[in-house]
């Protein structure tokens, strides 16, 4: 057990056999049973240097071993679900001496990725893709009379995402030879279910019980009533003692639950179940965060972690840093939290629904004192917002919480049952923008670009903390469908304001009046377009609002300015900008314009703010567009003065 993050290496042979291409299943018994030590403790270490998800992989890091242990990867295919848990796995296949730039520019991914590893066969970052991956993993070895295995490992909180049983539905029915494995660490499924639970799990483990099974199933299959009769007294013997029912219900042959620390029995089980003929489930117990105490007493604050400071050795005439000037800025995330209470006290319509992002998404102490009227449906974003959309036909106030990545996979639910009936729901988007180390699969790139296409759609972009509490307030009281959109982290620090008023909708604000040039800013980026409109004397607008656009604004600067910038953090593929050229040209209106977002293509991880300015989205960027623009127009604004501008920011 470890109660604190090594600073130095451990010592890990059998770990570095591993690392040097010593096949797992080359290990002595000693060395395999030394290894679970070894690789948590190395996980702990790297995960110190460089920081990250590590609770969520210190609970399958016995699983894992057994795993590559007992399947020929990556011939045999794993897929992990989310991704995780998916640090022991990379230690495991070549990327050791690499996990210190895990989720850093240029370093691996935070999750399983296929242009990474051959052993990452499905690329990965949102939940309960698994079983449909490894399910058209296996058909597509069927067809090819391939003997290749195929293993999904899915955890209790992903289980419940409505994709997951839609594929576990489809793979009872056409039966393909895969194993799920479910990781349930006790976060959302019940715990164990007592020592027979045990017991019995380990005689359907057994290959006496698997043989028997099978060899009965082949006779008594012969005589209709005898095998409906056997079948249905093996799922109630289940239903009994372990919480199997379910599954065998959809066509899949359970077992368990068992011991997911316990080595040797999961490197046996998986040993009889590995070849066996069609859908096979197999439930796992461990314990999120295994191995390290504050991780086991708090394993949701100990999911990720930033990586440690290292303190200056004084004795060693190291000098200390600075500290850091204390920087009173609020976390977008908390600004919402703290609205949503404030707006429950005043109406007691409102309900607030989160697909588990209660945390993330700051609706802790709105949970915890409004608990009748708060809704965590767990990872299921489809059912979350038609949840909604029922609570809105019946006079509720539903307001959905849910990140712009997560608002993706309800799009249907968002067209047909919201917008379509014009219901009243509020949906606040965390998390758009670009997110940092998470990456691709988490930045919030698109959000605006699949929402202003909707009728009956109002959305609004803030441009700081505050701006961000009265449009929540201004979305709230809409009659109809409103998104607020806001980024991760913290703002520009301006005062909120405690009294709520409306933001007048479609109407924008012209914060610096200038010549040639109008920055339209839509969002988070509004200080990069003030410190640009300061250095060119360029207007600036804050606009708040990308649907309904101020359209009377847009026309008298377009009639006023010699080019029209607009900027965001959104592709630039159909986002705001798009929208701002979308109505000039139906003006007639002959004004140029240039976009600042984020370009046509999915960026990488790496740190929130490197990204910003590695992808275009900051004052130089503006620079730059008008630069491009002056030479080959005639505006009434310096190059040469744009140009040192630009070099001395590079």
């Known amino acids: 057990m470890f109660n604190e993050l090594p600073t130095t290496r451990p010592s890990t042979p059998a770990l570095d056999k591993i690392d040097q291409g010593v096949n797992l299943s080359q290990l002595s018994e000693e060395e395999l049973l030394a290894l679970p030590e070894e690789l948590r403790s190395y996980l702990l270490f790297s995960a110190g240097q460089s920081g990250g998800h590590f609770g969520a992989g210190l609970g399958v890091v016995e699983l894992t071993i057994a795993l590559h242990r007992v399947f020929d990867t990556p011939r045999d295919r794993v897929v992990w679900d989310v991704g995780h848990q998916a640090y022991p796995h990379k230690i495991l296949t070549g990327r050791m001496q690499r996990m210190n730039t895990i989720r850093q520019a240029g370093g691996l991914a935070g999750f399983p990725k296929r242009s990474e590893s051959d052993y990452d ?98 006779v008594l299959k012969k005589i209709k009533p005898a095998w409906d009769l056997a079948k249905r007294t093996e799922e109630h013997m289940k239903g009994m003692v372990a919480p199997g029912t379910l599954f065998e219900e959809l066509g899949w042959h359970y077992i368990g639950p068992i011991d997911g620390h316990d080595l040797p029995q999961l ?22 965060g295994k191995g390290y105490s504050p991780a086991e007493a708090d394993p949701i604050g100990f999911h990720a972690i930033n990586k440690l400071e290292i303190k200056p050795n004084l004795e060693a005439g190291d000098v200390p840093p600075p500290p850091a000037p204390a920087l009173k800025k609020v976390k977008y995330q908390d600004v919402f939290g703290q609205w949503l209470c404030d707006m429950a006290a005043l109406d007691d319509r409102l309900m607030a629904i989160t697909p588990a992002m209660c945390e993330g998404s700051g609706m802790v102490e709105y949970a915890e004192q409004y ?4 809704f965590d449906v767990a990872i299921a974003e489809q059912h979350a917002v038609t949840l909604a959309a029922g609570m809105a036909c019946e006079g509720v106030k539903p307001v959905v919480a849910i990140y712009s990545t ?19 729901v509020t949906f606040a988007i965390d998390r758009a923008g670009l997110v940092g180390q998470d990456g691709p699969t988490h930045h919030g790139a698109f959000d605006i670009s699949y929402l202003r296409c909707i009728p009956n759609m109002v959305i609004g972009a803030p441009s700081d903390e505050n701006e ?115 109505f000039l040209a139906r003006s007639t209106n002959s004004c140029p314009v240039r976009h600042i977002g984020i370009p046509d293509q999915f960026i990488e991880h790496g740190d929130q703010g490197a990204l910003r300015t590695a992808e275009g989205l900051g004052e130089a960027a503006i620079l730059q ?13 310096s190059p040469l003065r744009i140009g040192s501008t630009i070099q001395r920011q590079s």
């Not at 089980?269 to 096979?280: A, I, K, S, V, W």
Request: glycine content about 10%.
């Open 468 to 582: 961000c509490r009265q449009m929540l307030y201004t979305a709230y009281r809409h009659p109809g469908p409103a998104a607020i959109r806001y980024p991760r982290g913290t703002g520009p620090g301006s005062l909120i304001e405690e009294t709520m008023s409306e933001v007048p909708i479609g109407k924008a604000v012209l914060v610096r009046p200038g010549q040639d040039i109008a920055i339209l800013n839509f969002g988070a980026l509004f200080s990069e377009a003030m410190k640009a409109g300061e250095e060119l004397d360029a207007t600036v607008v804050d606009m708040r609002w990308v649907k309904p656009l101020d359209e009377e604004l847009i026309l008298e600067l377009a009639a006023s300015h010699e080019l029209i910038i607009t900027v965001e953090e959104n592709a630039v593929a159909g986002g705001a900008g798009s929208a701002v050229s979308e």
């Open 625 to 637: 567009a008008v630069e491009a623009h002056t030479s080959s127009k005639s505006l009434n604004v």
């Open 267 to 288: 490197v046996q089980t998986l040993e009889n179940m590995r070849d066996l003929e069609g859908p096979q489930f197999l439930h796992v117990l461990t314990m999120k």
């Open 371 to 374: 608990p009748d009227r708060f």
């Open 121 to 218: 066969t499905f690329g990965v970052g949102h939940s309960s893709t698994s079983i449909s991956a490894a399910m058209g993993m296996a058909l597509a070895a069927a067809r090819e009379q391939d003997p290749r295995r195929v293993v999904a490992v899915i955890g209790d909180g992903a289980i419940t995402g409505g994709m997951a049983f839609e594929a576990l539905a489809h793979a009872g029915d056409v039966r393909p030879n895969m194993l799920v494995i479910l990781n349930d660490n006790q976060m959302s499924i019940g715990r164990n279910t007592g020592g027979l639970a045990k017991y019995f799990a380990k005689i359907w483990a057994s290959k006496t019980y698997i043989s028997m099974r099978e060899g009965g199933k082949r």
């Open 406 to 424: 997560f608002l993706q996979r309800a799009y249907d639910q968002l067209v047909h049952d919201v917008a379509l009936q014009k219901l009243d």
